[in-house]
Nanobody, 121 residues
Framework: QVQLVESGGGLVQAGESLRLSCAAS????????MGWFRQAPGKEREFVAA????????YYADSVMGRFTISRDNAKNTMYLQMNNLKPADTAVYYC??????????????WGQGTQVTVSS
């Protein structure tokens, strides 16, 4: 089992950057494919990005491709999401997820509590 805690959210203006972190507890972090998801007000939760257990492969939603970068440091049990050129449409609660079904947008069973990202125009 793994417990996840996100941090790094906040209020920024369009065009600015933020870096989200997801700290994991337990010894199994490095075994999990990980992902970021987000949920905007009134919308369903959607896939943002995923990274394989080793960090050697990633994929992204079309809406964030070229602007967001997912990474991980297994020695620190931490995953990151670097978000550049933020847009108002990126406003959402961002969730860390462990156990993503690799190659899909289907999340695993473990979720963090979420961190709010708000982008003003």
């Amino acid at each position: 089992q793994v417990q996840l805690v996100e941090s790094g959210g906040g209020l920024v203006q369009a065009g600015e950057s933020l870096r989200l972190s997801c700290a994991a507890s337990g010894r199994t972090f490095s075994r999990h494919d990980m992902g970021w998801f987000r949920q905007a007000p009134g919308k369903e939760r959607e896939f943002v990005a995923a990274i394989i257990w080793s960090g050697g492969s990633t994929y992204y939603a079309d809406s964030v491709m070229g602007r967001f970068t997912i990474s991980r440091d297994n020695a620190k049990n931490t995953m990151y999401l670097q978000m550049n050129n933020l847009k108002p449409a990126d406003t959402a609660v961002y969730y860390c997820n462990a156990g993503v079904q690799w190659g899909s947008t289907t999340p695993g069973n473990y979720w963090g509590q979420g961190t709010q990202v708000t982008v003003s125009s």
